[in-house]
């Protein structure tokens, strides 16, 4: 009898420790799945891996564990339990997943490997082909096609997705078939009008047809519907500038960028002159006044003589420090103060307008924020308008050697290294560094004019 009831207590007390384990258990993937759901993903991975040591084959804990490393940028730690999970249970956003964490890890064979999986368990879905187009369409540009035909299955499996057809005009605009993407674009905004990305594709379609009053229009309705995407009135700036440029006075170089016409490294000395002749429409005195004037009426040429003719001026270039940062701790408004100052000596350190729209913005003045904002890109693309800065005799002109850092960065180019270089009687700085995949670039300056001024002062 005692024996029984000893075996008794002892089975209600496993009972009640399996209970208590069972409990701790549930208890810990219930604290990942909250930590998780809130996007605490470093918090959240410990209480999986706990719970993974208990249960070493729940697919669903490996995968959410996978979700938070991919989320952290622990790539391969996703892919390896989005793996184990795959092996416990296949599952069609397991291969999704896969094909995400394997091109976040740069391993684009892989990734379109797990996409293609996708694609065979889930033929209704549209998730893998857009992003099996998108692969193509940034990572092997030359097979322009592969991006359109997925993007083509996109839209013939889920057509009511406006987003798809965006993606099919992306993909026309990538291999430069600009009025297929216009199109396409339009077929969208027909179903769903207020749909940004497509207005922004638009834009950008009318842009390279050379419709600017339209990619104007596109880039407004864009802006109305996704009113803190800023880089949207970058866009529309674009479109005004060349709007406001006469077709002759430039051309779309063969990498789509623009050349104005006339003026670049080797003619410069002939477009001074032209510039400070008696009679010249360029002469500084007008330029200057239309700028405090009328900024957003000015063209690329008119911008980049008023950036030339300041450098002709008997008051020279001001000194490195005249163009400093601003202390953070300065007030707004002083900030502003500060800033009109240095530009009323110096109207074309086109640099400063960018930091005065930022200071608008601050302050909540959108249309003076734009203004500059125009300011600043109608200096710096007027400047890199002036040749493609990769030989002595196609460099940009610079009237200051401080622009050569903000030319480069809106380039995307980092700078490693600088060689002061005469050639043919001018002067260049050449700088080298890397474009934004790591690849060596070696750009040229003219430094003509900032020589003549040094030599000026020195006299």
């Given at each position: 009898m005692?024996?029984?009831f000893l075996f008794l207590t002892i089975c209600f007390f496993c009972l009640i420790q399996n209970n208590i384990y069972s409990q701790s258990d549930n208890s810990r993937f219930e604290k990942a799945v909250y930590y998780y759901e809130s996007g605490d993903y470093q918090i959240a991975i410990p209480y999986f891996s706990k719970y993974i040591l208990q249960y070493p084959h729940d697919p669903i804990a490996y995968k959410l564990r996978g979700n938070c490393y991919l989320e952290i940028g622990l790539n391969s730690k996703a892919i390896q339990d989005y793996q184990f999970a795959l092996k416990i249970k296949p599952s069609?956003?397991?291969?999704?997943?896969?094909?995400?964490?394997?091109?976040?890890?740069?391993?684009?064979?892989?990734?379109?490997?797990?996409?293609?999986?996708?694609?065979?368990?889930?033929?209704?879905?549209?998730?893998?082909?857009?992003?099996?187009?998108?692969?193509?369409?940034?990572?092997?540009?030359v097979l322009g096609d592969s991006a359109v035909y997925y993007a083509q299955k996109a839209v013939s499996v889920e057509p009511e997705?406006?987003?798809?057809?965006?993606?099919?005009?992306?993909?026309?605009?990538?291999?430069?078939?600009?009025?297929?993407?216009?199109?396409?674009?339009?077929?969208?905004?027909?179903?769903?009008?207020?749909?940004?990305?497509?207005?922004?594709?638009?834009?950008?379609?009318?842009?390279?047809?050379?419709?600017?009053?339209?990619a104007i229009y596109y880039f407004e309705r864009a802006y109305l519907y996704s009113p803190t995407?800023?880089?949207?009135?970058?866009?529309?700036?674009?479109?005004?500038?060349?709007s406001n440029t006469a077709k002759e006075k430039y051309t779309f170089r063969s990498d789509t960028r623009i050349s104005?016409?006339?003026?670049?490294?080797?003619?410069?000395?002939?477009?001074?002159?032209?510039?400070?002749?008696?009679?010249?429409?360029?002469?500084?005195?007008?330029?200057?006044?239309?700028?405090?004037?009328?900024?957003l009426t000015m063209s690329l040429d008119e911008y980049i003589m008023l950036y030339i003719g300041f450098a002709?001026?008997?008051?020279?270039?001001?000194?490195?420090?005249?163009?400093?940062?601003?202390?953070?701790?300065?007030?707004?408004?002083?900030?502003l103060e500060s800033i009109q100052l240095k530009l009323s000596n110096n109207p074309v350190d086109f640099p400063l307008y960018l930091k005065l729209a930022e200071v608008y913005?601050?302050?909540?003045?959108?249309?003076?924020?734009?203004?500059?904002?125009?300011?600043?890109f109608g200096f710096i693309e007027s400047i890199k308008a002036t040749g493609d800065g990769l030989s002595a005799a196609t460099a940009y002109i610079i009237?200051?050697?401080?622009?050569?850092?903000?030319?480069?960065?809106?380039?995307?180019?980092?700078?490693?290294?600088?060689?002061?270089?005469?050639?043919?009687?001018?002067?260049?700085?050449?700088?080298?560094?890397?474009?934004?995949i790591g690849k060596d670039v070696t750009i040229y300056f003219n430094l003509d004019m900032p020589i003549h001024q040094q030599t000026k002062k020195v006299k």
């Open positions: 005692k024996n029984i069609s956003d397991l291969l999704f997943n896969l094909g995400s964490a394997y091109e976040k890890e740069g391993k684009t064979d892989s990734s379109i490997y797990y996409f293609h999986r996708f694609n065979a368990m889930e033929p209704n879905r549209s998730d893998g082909f857009v992003r099996l187009s998108l692969l193509f369409m940034y990572n092997f540009p997705k406006v987003a798809n057809l965006n993606y099919l005009a992306m993909a026309y605009y990538s291999k430069n078939q600009y009025t297929n993407a216009l199109e396409t674009s339009q077929t969208g905004l027909l179903k769903d009008s207020c749909f940004s990305p497509l207005n922004r594709t638009a834009g950008i379609s009318s842009f390279f047809l050379k419709d600017y009053s339209s995407d800023y880089s949207l009135l970058d866009y529309k700036i674009q479109s005004l500038l060349l104005l016409t006339g003026v670049s490294s080797e003619t410069l000395k002939k477009v001074i002159a032209s510039q400070t002749a008696k009679k010249s429409t360029f002469s500084y005195k007008n330029q200057l006044q239309k700028l405090n004037s009328s900024p002709q001026q008997n008051s020279g270039l001001p000194d490195k420090e005249k163009t400093i940062e601003i202390s953070s701790e300065t007030s707004l408004i002083k900030e913005l601050d302050l909540g003045s959108y249309e003076k924020y734009f203004e500059n904002r125009f300011k600043y009237n200051d050697k401080n622009h050569e850092e903000e030319i480069m960065n809106s380039l995307g180019f980092q700078i490693q290294s600088q060689l002061a270089k005469k050639q043919k009687n001018q002067y260049y700085d050449v700088l080298s560094g890397k474009d934004s």
